[in-house]
């Protein structure tokens, strides 16, 4: 089973900026569809965007046109660049394989003035 590590969270006002990463430690991350889920207190785990191997990329309708996927292969990383956040971004994101495999430990994305 492929396992994640999330990082780059944080606490940013309205409107700013984080870039999320997902390290994957997987000989064949090229080959691998990866996720990127938010859970809200009291909220189900909700998907945000997905990119496959061939860098096809779908997403939510509440992030679209403001969030990115990304992935580089070499590094076994997929990103997440998150502009003009709201406070209803707020959440701790984590990423995961299609099919999923295990859940890291997230992080925190706190969108507060």
């Known amino acids: 089973q492929v396992q994640f590590v999330e990082s780059g969270g944080g606490l940013v006002q309205p409107g700013g900026s984080l870039r999320l990463s997902c390290a994957a430690s997987?000989?064949?991350?090229?080959?691998?569809?990866v996720r990127w889920f938010r859970q809200a207190p009291g909220n189900q785990r909700d998907l945000v965007a997905t990119?496959?191997?061939?860098?096809?990329?779908n997403y939510a309708d509440s992030v679209k046109g403001r969030f990115t996927i990304s992935r580089d292969n070499a590094k076994n990383t997929v990103y997440l660049q998150m502009n003009s956040l709201k406070p209803e971004d707020t959440a701790v994101y984590y990423c995961?394989?299609?099919?999923?495999?295990?859940w890291g430990q997230g992080t925190q994305v706190t969108v507060s003035s």
């Open positions: 990119i496959t191997s061939g860098y096809t990329t």
């Open positions: 997987t000989r064949f991350f090229s080959i691998v569809t």
């Open positions: 995961n394989s299609d099919p999923l495999g295990s």
